[in-house]
């Protein structure tokens, strides 16, 4: 099954904002509301940041956001922190595959 | 609080099989939809199986004849039996809760590693 898309590598200075992009089709994004976003730090398991498009669980910052226009799904992180270098992949139900993750971007701040 | 717990990676030759173990405490695996994502080193991530409140099961095209997905109720756990492995099936595998309505992928446990070797 084909991945999501996700550009590898996002950067910004601390303070600033990133927005993450991640791009699949009508069959997953464009078709359902069921987009999520997971951040990963290297040698850890995923955490979730974002579900059901733009929904935050409790605890996770509100300097994550996400959105979503057709088929792509973005994630913007304001007022970068130096905590926020990681890698972040997004994820959806997929009609043909039952769920399929993006492509991961790693994120630097510089 | 809520833990996953995976066992039973570990160094493995081309074709043979592993059976990976998720244990879980802070709900109950009979009543929730539990997957298994993999990680290859330094590559994304890759759903790889679900394990539904019902006792159904589904996995993805990559892994499909190869791999069984179960639970054990009274232990609270859940399995992934890896046949026929091959190579690039190298990786950590991660299992999750995935929650019963938005799809996202709640809970994770720590992974086991799974090497390959041909």
């Known amino acids: 099954q084909s991945a999501l898309t996700q550009p590898p590598s996002a950067s910004g200075s601390p303070g600033q904002s990133v927005t993450i992009s991640c791009t699949g089709s009508?069959?997953?994004?464009?078709?359902?509301?069921?987009v999520s976003w997971y951040q990963q730090y290297s040698g850890k398991a995923p955490k979730l940041l974002i579900y059901?498009?733009?929904k935050r669980p409790s605890g996770v910052p509100d300097r994550f956001s996400g959105s979503k226009s057709g088929n792509t799904a973005s994630l913007t992180v304001s007022g970068l922190q130096p905590e926020d270098e990681a890698d972040y992949y997004c994820?959806?139900?997929?009609?043909?595959?039952?769920?399929?993750f993006g492509t991961g971007t790693k994120v630097t701040v510089l | 609080d809520v833990h996953l717990v995976e066992t039973g990676g570990g160094l493995i030759q081309s074709g043979g099989s592993l059976r990976l173990s998720c244990a879980v405490s802070?709900?109950?695996?009979?009543?929730?939809?539990m997957t298994w994502v993999r990680q290859a080193p330094g590559e994304g991530l890759e759903w790889v199986s679900i394990f539904y409140p019902g006792g159904g099961t589904d996995y993805a095209d990559s892994v499909k004849g190869r791999i069984t997905s179960s639970r054990d109720n009274f232990r609270n756990t859940v399995y992934l039996e890896l046949n026929d492995l091959r190579p690039d099936d190298t990786a950590m595998y991660y299992c999750a809760r995935r929650h019963t309505a938005n799809w996202a992928h709640q809970w994770w446990g720590q992974g086991t590693l799974v090497t390959v070797s041909s």
């Open positions: 009508s069959s997953d994004i464009g078709g359902y509301d069921f």
């Open positions: 059901e498009v733009t």
């Open positions: 802070g709900f109950s695996v009979r009543d929730n939809y």
């Open positions: 994820g959806s139900f997929a009609r043909r595959n039952n769920y399929v």
